[in-house]
């Protein structure tokens, strides 16, 4: 069974920190995902990468970094977290293809950003 | 307009009934799909994938419209544990990317 872990199901920063989600899958999947989820605007992709040191923009980049030295492990970096970062992050993961293949996601992380 | 679109609910029906969500698709070069299922305050979970001839799996049946550019969710019989929100999920192939609509929910009362 796929695992994707992902390593705090809660966090509490403050605006301008840097903060780190870090996200393990178990599989061997070439495609990692992260997305936030927000009420009224569902699943939103910020980021993915198909393959280590590989990234690409998803849909709203805008204040976020991520980083694949390692084929498990995809991690996502809000540079300086404002209040409008607070959220739900979920990371994701699948082989082949984003669409051919469906994602196996993590539990979440709830972050709120005071 | 959305890329994806649902009827976000809720969907109030009581046990042992039968409910049905649609989902519409604005790209016709849409080519997969797919229903997640998403309990309160956890990750979504794939619930089954969507295929041209229409598939069923159980008290679930899922049917594809290109035509009409929908997709849709049979649920029979419907149990307590049914309650959930269930996304539509479409691959846009020519982007690479799934893209998520926002999600119907359903409640099954006692």
């Known amino acids: 069974d796929v695992k994707v872990t992902q390593s705090s199901r809660y966090l509490v920063k403050r605006t301008g920190e840097k903060v780190f989600l870090e996200c393990v899958q178990d599989m061997d999947h070439e495609n990692m995902f992260w997305y936030r989820q927000d009420p009224g605007l569902g699943l939103r992709l910020i980021y993915f990468?198909?393959?280590?040191?590989?990234?690409e923009k998803g849909d709203i980049p805008e204040g976020y970094s991520v980083s694949r030295e390692k084929k498990e492990r995809f991690s996502l970096i809000l540079e300086s977290a404002s209040t409008n970062q607070t959220s739900m992050y979920l990371c994701?993961?699948?082989?082949f293809g984003q669409g051919d293949s469906p994602l196996h996601f993590g539990n979440g992380t709830r972050l709120t950003v005071t | 307009r959305k890329e994806v679109e649902q009827d976000p609910g809720p969907f109030n029906v009581p046990e042992g009934a039968t409910v049905a969500f649609n989902c519409t698709y604005s790209?016709?070069?849409?080519?997969?799909f797919f229903w997640y299922r998403q309990d309160c305050r956890k990750e979504p979970k794939l619930l089954m994938s969507?295929?041209?001839s229409g598939n069923e799996d159980g008290r679930f049946t899922a049917q594809l419209n290109r035509a009409s550019q929908y997709i849709s969710l049979l649920i029979r019989d419907s149990k307590l544990s049914d309650s959930a929100t269930y996304l539509c999920?479409?691959?846009?192939?020519?982007?690479?990317?799934?893209?998520f609509g926002q999600g119907t929910t359903l409640q099954v009362k006692p």
């Open positions: 999920v479409v691959n846009m192939r020519s982007t690479g990317k799934l893209i």
């Open positions: 994701a993961s699948s082989s």
């Open positions: 969507v295929y041209s």
């Open positions: 990468s198909y393959d280590v040191k590989m990234k």
């Open positions: 790209n016709s070069a849409s080519q997969s």
